[in-house]
């Protein structure tokens, strides 16, 4: 199985920054993407980022511009660089990774970090 930590969330004002970090282990094989969703109280979880593995990242329209996706490889660790954060921008953000693992080399699945809150206010 594979395990998402992440970490960074917190409170910051309108206007700051705020950098997220998520850490895969387990029983992984390979890495295909790693990316990030967001779930706002009342609302259904939002596509925010994706970062394929050795391909160009993509992003949401609504926070294209201000965040970025990275990757660091060797420690299949994901991170997402958050600035000109909004009050909209307010959510539990949630780390995924889209994997094999040892045990069934040829299937490639998501798994799910357990998230972290990110809040936007003075």
């Known amino acids: 199985q594979v395990q998402l930590v992440e970490s960074g969330g917190g409170l910051v004002q309108p206007g700051g920054s705020l950098r997220l970090s998520c850490a895969a282990s387990g029983t992984i094989l390979s890495i295909y993407a790693m990316g990030w969703y967001r779930q706002a109280p009342g609302k259904q979880r939002e596509w925010v980022a994706t970062?394929?593995?050795?391909?160009?990242?993509n992003y949401a329209d609504s926070v294209k511009g201000r965040f970025t996706i990275s990757r660091d490889y060797a420690k299949n660790t994901v991170y997402l660089q958050m600035n000109g954060l909004k009050p909209e921008d307010t959510a539990i953000y949630y780390c995924?990774?889209?994997?094999?693992?040892?045990?069934?080399?040829?299937?490639?699945?998501?798994?799910w970090g357990q998230g972290t809150q990110v809040t936007v206010s003075s």
């Open positions: 995924n990774v889209f994997s094999s693992t040892t045990a069934t080399p040829s299937r490639r699945r998501t798994f």
């Open positions: 970062s394929p593995s050795g391909g160009d990242t």
